[in-house]
């Protein structure tokens, strides 16, 4: 599986944007590059996912470089609740190795400042 | 909705007990999860299951089995608890053609 590595820990102003890098520069070509977060005390939750094209939902913004050796999850307006550790994960779509395991890093831990 | 639910919540284990940690899920979803998370640390993949009858090792199988013997649960077994087993463990399912995992709430764990 191919590695992912992000901060370990980031800050944001509440109302503010905030981008949250990645950097997975083995990604191989079938590779979908997937978010998750995981609030206190809960188990993690799917926010977005892509392969090559930006992609836009209702939390949030994947925008992803053009030789798909980075991404960026980007929260327009960052709340409160945002407050979460922020997984970036790739996942293999294709062959027999389409058993849809997550392997999750290390994440980011954003605090966010009232 | 009741989505993927975990039995127990809690639970305290002393070393060389055993337990069943229950995990059920109402989508039908044919890909099931379980995953492990130490303090401070992501989340470690100790088995999953495509299927009802196929099970298979993840990244952290030791100590641990597994069974799938309908869609619906993924039980995982712990046989002479360790303190090193003191941990949060979640469920997940997903669907073959989905995208999205759904995590259970998960079953604090402690050894002692």
Known sequence: DAKTTQPNSMESNEEEPVHLPCNHSTISGTDYIHWYRQLPSQGPEYVIHGLTSNVN????????????????????????????VYYCILRDAHGSSNTGKLIFGQGTTLQVKP | NAGVTQTPKFRILKIGQSMTLQCTQDMNHNYMYWYRQDPGMGLKLIYYSVGAGITDKGEVPNGYNVSRSTTEDF???????????TSVYFCASRSVSGTEAFFGQGTRLTVV
């Open chain 1, 57 to 84: 939902n209702r939390m949030a913004s994947l925008a992803i470089a053009e030789d798909r050796k980075s991404s960026t999850l980007i929260l327009h307006r960052a709340t409160l609740r945002d407050a979460a």
């Open chain 2, 75 to 85: 039980p995982l077994r712990l046989e002479l608890a360790a303190p090193s087993q």
